[in-house]
């Protein structure tokens, strides 16, 4: 991981977003749920508030991998980093992806690749209108794994 990478943080923290940007969770919210198995932001936590991690749930940092019930929907949502290397979705200023891109964003970091990140969370909204189209309202469990790649994206299907 990077280390030593420094940024400017040119807008308040949790405002003034692009306008198309509407995520439902805050990056501390989607930590207290569980997302990517415990696995992201273990080793860098001086670089967010500490707040964000009182009700984080991680998986042992001394440990390989990740643990899928730490993810609120209890399964496994996302690819491996090695898999978003090779489709190009990675950038060397957030060598994490785009939960790294948005924690950053959130807390006021704003770069030129804000926007084709903007674009990759617009494009979840699919996923939205099949979780619409599939499940009964209320229906939390249905579509688990879709759910919960929309957790990963700041999305948050309990109250659809």
Not at 65 to 77: R, S, T
């Amino acid at each position: 991981m990077q280390t030593g990478y420094k940024y400017n943080l040119t807008a308040r923290e949790g405002k003034d977003f692009d306008s198309r940007f509407k995520p439902a969770l805050t990056p501390k919210q989607m930590l207290a749920l569980g997302v990517f198995g415990g696995r992201y932001l273990r080793d860098c936590w001086s670089e967010y508030p500490a707040s964000w991690f009182v009700k984080a749930k991680f998986y042992p940092e001394n440990l390989p991998g990740h643990d899928k019930k730490l993810n609120y929907f209890g399964v496994d949502a996302s690819m491996p980093l090695f898999v978003w290397k090779k489709k190009g979705w990675i950038k060397p200023q957030d060598p994490r992806g785009w939960f790294e891109w948005y924690c950053r964003y959130f807390f006021g970091r704003r770069t030129a690749d804000d926007d084709r990140q903007i674009k990759r969370f617009l494009a979840m909204r699919r996923h939205v209108s099949q979780l619409k189209k599939n499940c009964r309202p209320g229906d939390i469990f249905c579509r688990p794994r879709q759910r919960q790649a929309l957790l990963h994206w700041a999305y948050d299907t309990r109250k659809m």
